[in-house]
């Protein structure tokens, strides 16, 4: 797995790509628990690269989220591949979580 | 000592009574002999009293039973002596002084050094004016004959003798009867116990159709039939018809078909086969018994077919609809010469094909007027079955039979084995093993495997997806949780891929975790409610169609399945 950053002004956008299992999701957890713990207010998440995610990957997205609401801050994730938000969909996390078709409606959703 | 004649007539009677009440209460025809014979010299004063019965088979009287002597079996001709002069005249004879009557016969005096003076002999006339045997007193007591009150004595207890025993002779014809069927009833069980009856027989092999069944005579006939594989790819199979009738044959059959296991599960051509059983069979063969047989051995990836013969009816092959018995080889019923040979014969079965053995309680099988079967009326059952099932082949032949002989009894068993052969085994399934650590860097290796493995065998991407998430899931919870020390332990995994279908079994040696029963998440709860956990195997069940899981010794083990979806 392999994680890039890209600012535009207040948004943070991370760009997840490859793999997020058991041994990738603590470097992701890691992350984005520091962005929130460093008043990262607002966070966009792309997934446009993300091939594979498994329960481990689901965990830090919950705990994000949390945190992120305890935080008074935003997450949003975009442009999920099929086989990913299958698992989103299943485990019931499209519900909760902010998910978006692209980057720009992701930014536009954080502003509202 | 002596009696007057009221005294006589009193005890005479009491007499009548006891022994009426001693012939009725025993059934057990030997004990009844003894009894009529005792009682009848006490009550007459007699020396000695014999009781001969009536062989209707070979005209002539018998008897077992004498008395103070041991037991033997007397036989004497009708006509002859004076208790065969009285059996065919059925008159009574009463004679003072035996050596001054023409008509005695002393030759049983000679022998047992006895010497005889009086006789009174009394014919035994049951039901329908039935000859049933003679009564004869010896040598009265006291006094030098037997006299008309005698005469009439014995002729009082002789109708209480005779109907006696024509009770003992219904009852035993009964008993008979009743221990024939009960044996009749285990040689149906030896018989019907011998042979295999779970069809299909081999459910994962698509390369075979068989189906065969036996139905039994009521009075057992010894056919036999087999099946078995020797190796992967070497069906055994056989049928076969031991002589005789009833518990012996069941028997014999039992024990050739035991020998023939043992002997064909060490593989070898038919003719082998039949030769080796033959010379087990010939050895301590002293009741001379014997067994038809039809061996073959069929190699189910190409379909080719070794026969062998002893002495039974020829197969037919069934092929593109036309029906031929297989080519003659010869060979003698085994058990009847330990030199005989046996030869071997060939065929290819292509796929569709199938061999019809039987036995000849199918040709011979006879319709109330005596007509047989035959091959011909076979052949056209046969005919009309084309394209049919195995088990729709046998059960139409069995019924078509069962429709000529209605109304006739079934003499003897009917066997009928068909083998149908499908085509060799497609490759068409595909295994993967895995051995893995407990040790979360193998879960990449595992990856790796299954990406090849689905690159291998074309696997769509959908399916490589769950199938790998389902790994990662299982296998991490196994090695999180799963151990309660800190050794190395392996987890095996298997993957079966048949288009379009996958299963994954995976096992570990760690504590009993049953995942079908853990606690579902609450998937509908909101963000704050919502706890870290229990996720992983929620995926698994949403991921997979089917999940099983069960304890095996001291090992978890997980079966899942699921197939193709559409996307």
Redesign the interface.
Known sequence: MEITEERRADVLILRVIGKLDASTSKDLEGKILGLIGAHQEKLVVELSQLDYISSAGLHVFLLAAKRMEEAKGKMVLCSLKDSVKQVFDIAGFSSFLNLEGSTEEAIKNLSR | MAFNDSQRQARNLNALLRVSKALATEIRLDDLLRVIVEEAAEVLDADRATLFLYDESRNELWSKTTQRLEIKEIRVQLGVGIAGIVAKTRTPINISDAYADGRFNPNFDKETGYRTRSILCMPLIGNGDRLIGVIEVLNKKYQEVFDKADESLLGGLSAHITVALERARLIQAYVEKERMEEALKLAHEIQMSMVPKIFPPFPDRSELDIFATLVPAKEVGGDLYDFFFIDDNHLCFAVGDASGKGVPASLFMAVTKTLFKAIAGNGGSPDAILARLNTDICRDNESCMFVTAFCGVLDVRTGRVEYSNAGHNLPYVVSDGILAALPTVGGMALGVSESARFRVGQLRLKPGDQLVLYTDGVTEAMDKNDQLFAEGRLEITLQAMNGRSSKEVVEGVVKAVQRFSTGAPQSDDITLLVLGYMGSRKNDQHTLFVQVRND??E??RVNRTVTEFAKKHGLA??LV?RV??VL??II?NIISYGYEDISEHEISVRLSWKDPRIEIEIKDDGRPFNPLEAPQ?D??????E?Q??G??I??VR??MDDLEYRRESDRNCLVLKTKVRE?
Do not use: A
Request: proline share 10%; aromatic share 4%.
């Open positions: 979360p860097s879960l990449q991407s959908e997806y790998k998430l990662e899931e991490t998440p998937i509908g709860k909101p963000l704050v919502r870290i956990g996720l992983g929620h995926l949403k991921m996307t």
